[in-house]
């Protein structure tokens, strides 16, 4: 079973970026999909972004699309989300997903994979 651990996060200004990692250990990290959600208080996750098994083919929600990109390295086990040009709105937790499928789930509900989230919190 494949346990997922994010790092990353922290406090940055309205403007700037950060690249948080997501490192899996305890399975076949190529055989799993991977998903980037972001959880605000009082709000649900959302869904930011996902990345096929191979790091071939990617998809990014419309509220983060030129902002936010994913990436993953097999050989590192450890997918990556890139953050640039960030708001305060863009505050939460960030939690990285894992799924066994071929497919770029979007719906948190798939997921069969959690890691613990690291917290990103952008100042005005």
């Known amino acids: 079973q494949v346990q997922l651990v994010e790092s990353g996060g922290g406090l940055v200004q309205t403007g700037g970026s950060l690249r948080l990692s997501c490192a899996a250990s305890?399975?076949?990290?190529?055989?799993?999909?991977m998903g980037w959600f972001r959880q605000a208080p009082g709000k649900e996750r959302e869904f930011l972004a996902t990345?096929?098994?191979?790091?071939?083919?990617?998809y990014v929600a419309d509220s983060v699309k030129g902002r936010f990109t994913i990436s993953r390295d097999n050989a590192k086990n450890t997918v990556y989300l890139q953050m640039i040009s960030l708001k305060p709105e863009d505050t939460a937790v960030y939690y990285c997903?894992?799924?066994?499928?071929?497919?770029?789930?979007?719906?948190?509900?798939?997921?069969?994979?959690w890691g613990q989230g690291t917290q990103v919190t952008v100042s005005s």
């Open positions: 990345i096929t098994r191979s790091g071939g083919s990617t």
């Open positions: 997903a894992a799924m066994r499928t071929v497919r770029l789930p979007v719906n948190k509900d798939e997921y069969d994979l």
């Open positions: 305890g399975g076949t990290f190529s055989s799993y999909a």
